[in-house]
């Protein structure tokens, strides 16, 4: 793969040398309230510039770290299933060199290209997921595939008890009627996730993160903000609890930077995204 000419900050390995691959999904299609999405990969590596590479929270630099930008995947907004497609394509070319793909959304139906991809490989995959939303609807006013759906999806391929939700508080009383049945779902909090990474140590687990699992007045710059969420300092520990896991696949999504001018709500997601990759590498 050739390097992306604008990388994420410190991002700029090689990519044969990479532990790590960044990819963005610009695709926000079937999104149900304010679309915007597509635009945070690019807009998260122009303004990465104006923060450090390095962390204090973990005292580690990116620059230090082993890690390949690939750049946007050239996605196709009239067909959801040829987005799909290829999400799932470029993941597994980076999955089949032993590489951990790391995707930049998008709304957050591109985690399921990803995660066909990811269960392909690993049978025994598993998923912690954490967002304000369960997204666990059979369908979204008639379309199977949607960003209300996904984690609906992602259970069809990975079964009953393979996925584990925080944060959630807000979704159609039936998602929680059937989640109750099928998934761990924590409502409002990161309560009990020290539990569920002992239980899940050795297995293969894809991440997932919804930012707008965080308070709006930390991040309103989403397309369903949900009053409520978590406070940044509480999702960076929470980050820290699941690297320590054997995460083979992962994905941050649903920031949409029109819906805040300021750019507080992009410096924030490149802050999550650089504690993550720090935490990963």
Not at 35 to 62: H, I
Not at 81 to 110: N, T
Not at 233 to 252: E, F
Request: hydrophobic share 40%; net charge negative; aromatic share 10%.
């Amino acid at each position: 793969m050739s390097k992306n000419v604008e990388t994420f900050l410190g991002c700029d390995s090689e990519y044969v040398d990479a532990k790590l691959v960044i990819f963005g999904a610009p695709f926000d299609s079937t999104t149900s309230y304010r679309p915007g999405a597509r635009f945070a990969s690019r807009t998260m590596r122009a303004e990465s510039y104006g923060l450090e590479a390095y962390s204090p929270y973990q005292d580690r630099d990116l620059a230090d770290a082993a890690i390949f930008d690939a750049g946007d995947l050239e996605l196709c907004f009239g067909d959801t299933h040829l987005a799909l497609g290829d999400i799932e394509r470029f993941a597994d070319s980076i999955l089949s060199d032993g590489k951990c793909p790391v995707m930049i959304g998008g709304e957050h139906l591109v985690t399921l290209g990803a995660a066909r991809a990811a269960v392909k490989r690993y049978p025994d995959l598993h998923v912690v997921h954490f967002d304000a939303h369960a997204d666990l609807r059979d369908d979204y006013l008639g379309a199977k595939l949607s960003h209300a759906t996904v984690l609906r999806r992602t259970w069809e391929l990975v079964g009953d008890g393979r996925i584990f939700q925080f944060g959630i508080r807000s979704g159609d009383h039936s998602e929680f009627l059937w989640g109750a049945e099928h998934v761990f779902t924590q409502k409002f909090t990161f309560d009990g996730l020290d539990q569920v990474v002992r239980m899940l140590a050795g297995r293969p687990v894809y991440f997932t993160l919804d930012l707008d699992v965080l308070d709006p007045s930390v991040f309103p710059g989403t397309g369903t903000p949900e009053a409520g969420g978590v406070s940044f300092l509480q999702l960076l520990d929470a980050i820290r609890q699941v690297s320590g896991l054997n995460i083979v696949a992962c994905d941050i999504n649903e920031l949409s930077p029109p819906y805040d001018p300021s750019g507080i709500s992009t410096a924030t997601a490149c802050k999550v995204l650089r504690e993550l990759l720090l935490a990963l590498s």
